[in-house]
């Protein structure tokens, strides 16, 4: 009976490739691997051929779902070799770590906690490397997850971190440290921390990774397990003071495993495990000693599954511990058949080509020479990917950063998705969106893509239903593109940009409360959302998702919420400002076929409140409140115009005009809504009016401000009605000194907002108004001109109540020159 | 030209990299025990001591020429050694010339096989030239023939220099195609060629970002790797590089040293380094920036004048005063519009930094 053990670099396409060299020469009859045992059930999947790395094993707890682990596989990672090894020669194959039962179950509120998370965190950082150096991949995944890495993604999606416990927050948040390092501590406390950096800087490098490329990435050939073993066993008899507690559990139970596999009669067992551990597996410690320390140990109900993981997860850019910086590189270097450095730099010039630089193979052979080159002045093997960056840069791309970005982003990390079979154990939430996915044919993709749908069509109708009910659950696979072509091809296109991120999975699990279908579920949460909204604006929002997501069953408890509240708040401002999103909902209820009877019923109630509403809100206004409240009118009036009901509209226009004429009301909202009331036909007495506010008797700074409000987007009105621009002129004219000065800055503010050209043909008409008005064209055949008058008119087309075309007037200009 | 004696260089105004460090070199060359490349004086490993500084095994030390990120360096020496041709990249003032010229002095010990490239370079001082009077008397002959750099480092197996390679016309640029793809020289009048030995290569620096610049040919482009010397990344580096040029070139210039406070040099280079980078050192200020380039080159230039003055017509020790009148003529290039530029500057970040009450009076009085 023998036992071997391998230590290995996890995710090192090295001591992936010498682990299988050394496997299928010592031929074992069991192979036990580093990793959470719970997840043996899951193991004959690795075999599937529907399972495509990179793929991560999920741990979560049933209670809280958010609390959860990954243990991330690529197809270079030595642990996934070894799995592969024992399916292909029918072996048993078992995970030997510390439960994820035990790692998981942190005691949320134990007085124990402030105490836990070190121990925690002792597990993730005693082993070797830290965040930069391999052998450490493993041990931020005893303690840390989802969690640490969706704090530092987009923080939309952070809520997983939110909720989970300081301590796994304290063992995400250390990484960032471990890099940084910390010139205050002493060098054992680092060695203990990030060992191999100690080793590596013993050996001269500065970087642990580059270190361990050279001693055991690039020197294939040897067998490196015995001299890894050697290093770490000094390296832990120099710094081991004061063990973490948690990381003799984990060593205690993976000797009891190793008992246990020796007790059942296994004769030649291989443990593949971190580089670090390998010293304490190989020494005799007595079986009492180990059941001690394992005795008593917190357990909390989880459940495992496969997921499919990232690229960019594994790399370290990511803000996920995982701590390759480049996973393309490695996989090249684990699948590369030969030549890797030629290799690499061919596929690299082929990546430059298909963007259109001029690469050729004359590049390439010197781009090799230049790394060799690099690689031998610095004392290397063979040239490493910092040699082939440099060569790059010099060569291929001759000098410039930009394509050397895109051949990190494409090669370096080289963004990959891996799957996993139909048959991995799922939470119904996730096989309901697998099914979905299947039926509507959208498959999840890491890198992002843009997707246009056309509403009119069923299928895209539902993907985008699909899309939205799934933003419901925080689940934001697509998010709406925001670019001008959206808009302006109507309603009915929407264009999404989509890609998947492996933390989804964990958001899917987590929504398994609200329901086991996506709809379900998504429909719930909207329900119990507006249960506890507290505003209007928030409700208003939450209809829009609901309709989006074509959600109608959810729809009605939204809105009788609704309903109440709009009656209850007597706040006209806030009503305005919930009534757009509700027309726009109601809009798009007509695009997607959704019933928006109760949402009618709701937006014209609103209506009639804010028109009854509006005198209140508009009295006695400070400068600042008169111009929140014009916005809010302003849009108001546009959304009515959208939803074109004529009663609406004439209720809307009939509480403008009533304000225009109350004397308390502000200068700027008077003139604005003058102009608004003008433009809709309304108000026949504009002259009048504006010559009542420009009337001395009007204060020169209400006056300025009502012209604010007239003027406000654009100088048309003026440019085209001589007559107000006379009134104007003579007002401005006729205004004493000082009181010109006051008035300046306001009107200056308002002139500014006007175009150049609007502001030159002002200034022409201006200069004509001066001047002897040229005389009027005499000579004008009314009898000639007539028939293109007619033509004109039948382009133009006339609102009844218009006054009849007259004869042509030198004051009005003629048809024939407005723009 | 070139008389290699560390004799002769005393007397020069300014002694070529090989004169100055003639020291350095001969003590790199005798404890360098690594394989050289052929025609080279010095290892690769020996060339990148020599341009980064470090301790020799005897404890000589070597001083660094080039303050900057190391793999800059490597893969620059790293292409000389594989005979193939080096651009330098940059702003003007990032030490393009500094760095060719050092490299040339340590791989081939000579930095003076140079082509100053100008608009009006013509292709004779990229080729070969003809002496005309023996042309006439006797013909086309090896005699008759002046060598131009290129063919003389070509012959020696050396390192040759082409300086700003943009400024020079494209079609005059593409007669270095041949000598650098061929490793040839031909020479149809007199039916023969001049074959590099080994140990030829070429470094040329060229400005990329700059008016009046002919882009290189691809063709061109490709026989060359690139190198882009960035500007100093930290304010402390660039200090650094600037009090010890200065002190280098006092010494040369044999001015009667008084020291130039560090205080000082700190401050130009704080200028000089907001101004170009249009912000502030803290980063919570937008500044205007100036026409003109404020490398670190100027920064030299300013303290090295300030440096003059304080000697000749103050008491000696640096002073703002002595300072301000190079600096403003450093920023101020265009009289109208960076003129406004420095006034903006002096009053909101000079006026109220707490320490730079002289410095800031100094410069006022300065104004005209």
């Known amino acids: ?819 | 030209m070139t008389d290699g004696t560390p004799d002769a260089a005393t007397g020069v105004l300014r002694p070529h990299a090989e004169q100055e460090y003639a020291g350095e070199l001969a003590r790199l060359a005798e404890l360098d025990e690594r394989p050289r490349p052929p025609g080279w004086r010095l290892s690769p490993w020996a060339v990148t001591t020599y341009l980064l500084g470090g301790e020799l095994p005897d404890g000589t030390a070597v001083t660094p020429k080039y303050v900057g990120p190391r793999r800059l360096i490597e893969v620059a020496v790293a292409t000389l050694a594989t005979d193939r041709a080096l651009l330098l990249l940059g702003v003007p003032g990032t030490a393009k010339t500094w760095v060719s010229e050092h490299l040339a002095a340590a791989v081939s010990g000579d930095s003076t096989l140079l082509v100053q490239g100008t608009a009006g370079t013509p292709e004779e001082a990229i080729r070969y030239g003809w002496d005309y009077a023996r042309l006439l008397a006797e013909g086309p002959s090896e005699k008759a023939l002046v060598p131009g750099p290129l063919m003389r480092a070509m012959r020696r197996g050396a390192v040759a220099r082409v300086e700003e390679l943009t400024r020079i016309p494209s079609d005059v640029q593409d007669a270095l195609i041949t000598i650098l793809s061929e490793k040839t020289l031909p020479v149809p009048e007199l039916d023969t060629e001049v074959q590099a030995r080994r140990g030829f290569t070429v470094i040329a620096t060229a400005n990329d970002r700059d008016r009046g610049v002919n882009e290189l040919s691809s063709a061109l482009r490709r026989r060359f790797n690139t190198v882009v010397l960035p500007v100093p990344a930290s304010l402390e580096d660039e200090v650094d590089i600037v009090s010890r040029r200065v002190a280098r070139l006092g010494r040369a210039l044999e001015l009667p040293a008084p020291s130039a406070g560090l205080e000082e040099i700190r401050r130009v280079v704080t200028v000089l380094r907001e101004l170009r980078s249009g912000r502030t050192e803290d980063g919570r200020t937008r500044l205007k920036t100036p026409s003109g380039t404020l490398s670190t080159a100027e920064a030299i230039s300013v303290v090295t004048g300030g440096l003059a003055l304080a000697a000749h017509f103050g008491d000696g020790v640096l002073r703002p005063a002595d300072l301000a009148a190079g600096l403003q003529g450093t920023v101020v290039q265009d009289p109208v519009s960076d003129r406004v530029v420095w006034q903006e500057y002096l009053e909101t970040v000079v006026r109220d930094r707490p320490g730079w009450r002289d410095f800031y009076r100094a410069c006022r009085e300065t104004l005209p």
């Not at chain 1, 670090?276 to 989880?302: E, I, N, Q, Y």
């Not at chain 1, 492996?502 to 949460?525: K, N, Q, Y």
């Not at chain 1, 006056?703 to 003579?730: F, K, N, P, R, V």
Request: net charge negative; with cysteine.
């Open chain 1, 1 to 819: 009976m023998t036992v071997e053990v391998f230590g290995i670099r996890h995710h090192g396409p090295g001591s992936a490739r010498a682990l299988r060299r050394a496997l299928e020469a010592y031929r074992p009859d069991l192979v036990l691997i580093e990793g959470p045992p719970e997840a043996d059930p899951l193991l004959h999947l690795a075999a599937d051929p529907a399972m495509t790395p990179p793929v991560a094993l999920l741990a979560y707890t049933l209670t809280a779902p958010q609390r959860a682990a990954f243990w991330p596989f690529a197809s270079f990672t030595p642990e996934w070799t070894a799995l592969r090894y024992a399916h292909a020669h029918r072996l048993p194959a078992r995970f030997i770590d510390l439960p994820a039962a035990c790692t998981l179950a942190a005691p949320p509120e134990a007085p124990g906690e402030q105490h836990e998370p070190e121990t925690a965190k002792g597990a993730s950082t005693k082993e070797p490397g830290g965040s930069d150096a391999g052998p450490s991949e493993r041990a931020r995944r005893a303690s840390l997850g989802a969690t640490d890495e969706t704090t530092q993604t987009d923080g939309g999606a952070g809520n997983a971190a939110e909720r989970s416990t300081p301590a796994e927050r304290a063992a995400g948040g250390r990484q960032p440290g471990e890099e940084a390092g910390r010139p205050d501590e002493g060098l054992w406390e680092r060695a203990r921390r990030d060992p191999l950096g100690v080793l590596a800087e013993a050996a001269g490098h500065a970087d642990a990774e580059r270190w361990w490329d050279d001693v055991v990435e690039l020197r294939g050939q040897e067998d490196v397990f015995g001299v890894v073993a050697e290093a770490m066993e000094v390296l832990r008899e120099e710094t081991e003071r004061a063990g973490s507690e948690r990381e003799e559990q984990r060593e205690a139970w993976m000797r009891q495993a190793v008992r246990r596999a020796v007790r059942e009669g296994f004769e030649r067992i291989a443990v593949v495990c971190g580089a670090w551990h390998v010293p304490a597996l190989r020494a005799k410690v007595p079986a009492s000693r180990d059941a001690a320390t394992l005795k008593g140990l917190p357990k909390t109900k989880v459940a495992m599954t496969w997921v499919p993981w990232t690229h960019g997860r594994l790399a370290r850019e990511s803000g996920y511990g995982a701590g390759v910086r480049s996973p393309g590189w490695y996989r090249h270097l684990f699948e590369a058949a030969d030549r890797p450095v030629e290799r690499w730099l061919t596929e690299s010039a082929r990546l430059l080509r298909e963007e259109g630089l001029p690469v050729s193979s004359a590049h390439v052979i010197e781009a090799v020479r230049l790394a060799e080159a690099l690689a031998a002045l610095r004392g290397r093997p063979l040239a490493g990917l910092d040699e082939l960056t440099e060569a790059t840069r010099a060569v291929l791309c001759e000098g410039a950063d930009l394509p050397l970005e895109l051949i990190r982003r494409r090669m370096v990390v080289g963004e990959a998705l891996g799957s996993v079979p139909d048959s991995t154990p799922m939470v119904p939430l996730q096989r309901d969106l697998l099914a979905q996915q299947k039926r509507l044919r959208l498959k999840p993709s890491a890198e992002p893509r843009q997707d246009a749908f056309d509403l009119r069509r069923p299928v895209d109708l539902e993907r985008s239903r699909l899309l939205h009910r799934l933003r419901v659950l925080d689940v934001a696979w697509g998010s709406p593109a925001a670019d001008a072509s959206n808009r302006s091809q109507g309603t009915f296109k929407e264009v999404w940009v989509l890609a998947w991120h492996p933390e989804f999975d964990v958001r899917l699990i987590e929504a398994g409360v609200w329901g086991t279908t996506v709809h379900d579920a998504a429909a719930a949460r909207i329900q119990a959302e507006a249960a506890d909204a507290r505003g209007l604006p928030e409700l208003t929002v939450l209809a829009e998702r609901a309709l989006l997501a074509g959600l109608d069953e959810a729809l009605p408890a939204v809105m009788s919420t609704l309903a109440d509240r709009a009656t209850a708040d007597g706040d006209t401002v806030r009503l305005m400002e919930a009534l757009p999103p509700l027309v726009r909902a109601l809009r798009y209820g007509d695009v997607r076929g959704t019933p928006t009877g109760p949402l009618r019923t709701v937006v014209d109630g609103l209506v009639v409140r804010i028109c009854l509403g509006l005198p209140r809100a508009a009295a006695s206004l400070d400068d600042d409140a008169a111009r929140t409240l014009l916005e809010r009118v302003a849009t108001v009036h546009e959304t009515l115009a959208l939803l074109d009901e004529p009663p609406h509209t004439a209720r809307w226009l009939d509480a403008l005009a009533a304000l225009t004429d109350s004397p308390a009301s502000h200068g700027l909202l008077e003139g604005r809504l003058t102009r608004l009331l003008h433009d809709a036909g309304r108000l026949p007495d504009l002259p009048a009016r504006m010559s009542r506010a420009v009337s001395p008797g009007t204060p020169p700074a209400r006056t300025a401000a009502w012209l604010e409000g007239l003027l406000a987007d654009g100088a048309l009105l003026l440019i085209h009605d001589a007559a107000l621009l006379a009134l104007l002129d003579s007002w401005l004219a006729a205004l004493p000194a000082e009181t010109f000065t006051a008035v300046l800055p306001l009107l200056r503010r308002t002139f500014a907002t006007h175009t150049p050209p609007e502001r030159r043909t002002l200034a022409a008409r201006l200069h004509h108004l001066a001047a002897p008005a040229p005389p009027p064209p005499e000579d004008l055949d009314p009898a000639r001109a007539a028939p293109a008058v007619a033509t004109v008119l039948s382009f133009l087309p006339l609102r009844p109540g218009s006054p009849p075309p007259g004869p042509l007037t030198p004051r009005e200009p003629p048809a024939e020159e407005t723009p």
